[in-house]
């Protein structure tokens, strides 16, 4: 039976073996991010299998991958028109264009984490007899929830073309929110497959969770229809920022370093943030820093992982 380097102790420069096997968090990041840099033949192939399970004996072959973002198109253009109709407006094109582009990185998330977190539990028999990185699974989920994004991505990019609603602010900002989505959403993927083999009902819950967050989630509505309280509160969600950031940019054009007021100001007269330049920094150090735990808290579990299959 082959022995994982891991289990043998090294020495330090003062030969001692205890203080080279002590916990290490800059060791044990570097020992991950290796390990999954040297298996990305393995994360690519696993990746390939999901898309192809997917789309196997489909009826809507890649229509599947622009399904979910039309139905939230659609469910939000319901909601803006019950909404309006009370204030004698309409659903004007730029309207369609803000939930086309805020529904497709909320659809790759919710499939993402859908996808990823019964990873584990769905390859038992990889677990419990090949040796490989583990956290190849979850990340191959999202690879392949992002080749879907790509193929929902033409479809939403056409649709701003014909409306004529794109900017070059777009050009600057939409790479560096999609970065951070990815980011985020890599270090929810990680964690809750993790949580999910030691815990099986945490799937279920994240269903529900998923159901009912988009009521929670800028998606379907701006956070300044909300109120000042409101809004704060929304913005709080550190993917809110980014579904809003991309609104802005792509949508208005808008420098998302520079602070906007929603018009009109509330009845006491305060005005309604619409976007503040920190909003980006604080979704930016949910990312990075939920990634970096996820990343130690999977690394430092998969060694029992054969003890929970």
């Known amino acids: 039976m082959a022995v994982s380097d891991r289990s043998i ?3 330090d420069s003062s030969g001692d073996a205890q203080s080279a096997d002590r916990p290490s ?4 990041l570097a020992e991950a991010a290796r390990d999954i840099v040297q298996s990305r033949g393995l994360l690519y192939q696993l990746a390939l299998r999901d898309v ?58 919710v499939g993402a984490v859908g996808f990823a977190t019964p990873s ?14 583990r956290e190849v699974l979850p990340l191959a989920a999202l690879l392949a929830q992002t080749f879907d994004t790509v193929v929902g991505a033409t479809v939403v990019a056409v649709l701003l073309l014909a409306l004529g609603v794109v900017h070059l602010a777009a050009l600057v900002w939409m790479p560096i929110l999609t970065l951070l989505l990815f980011t985020l959403t890599a270090a929810a993927c ?32 701006e956070p300044s229809l909300l109120g000042p309280s409101g809004a704060r ?13 991309l609104r802005l940019s792509v949508v208005q054009g808008h420098n998302l370093l520079a602070p906007l007021a929603a018009h009109p100001a509330t009845a006491g007269g305060a005005p309604v943030i619409e976007w ?21 808290i999977f690394h430092r579990s998969e060694s029992i992982f054969a003890d929970y299959v």
């Open 276 to 296: 503040a330049p920190w909003w980006l920094a604080y979704s930016a150090c949910w990312a990075v820093g939920a990634l970096l735990v996820s990343v130690l």
């Open 120 to 133: 584990l539990t769905n390859n038992m028999n990889l677990l419990s007899k090949v040796y490989f990185p």
């Open 190 to 221: 990680l964690f809750l497959s993790c949580a999910n083999l030691f815990f099986r009902d945490v799937k279920y819950i994240v269903q529900v969770a998923i159901t009912f967050s988009i009521f929670f989630t800028p998606v379907l509505f």
């Open 9 to 11: 102790p090294t020495l």
């Open 52 to 109: 192809r399970i997917r789309y196997k004996q489909a009826v809507m072959g890649f229509g599947w991958a622009v399904f979910m973002p039309v139905v939230i198109v659609l469910a939000g253009c319901l909601v803006r028109v019950a909404l309006v109709r009370g204030a004698g407006g309409a659903v004007d094109r730029l309207t369609l264009a803000a939930l086309a582009v805020k529904a497709l990185p909320w659809a790759f998330v």
């Open 25 to 28: 968090i800059t060791r044990d």
């Open 233 to 245: 509160l929304v913005m709080l969600n550190p993917i809110a920022p980014l579904l809003e950031g």
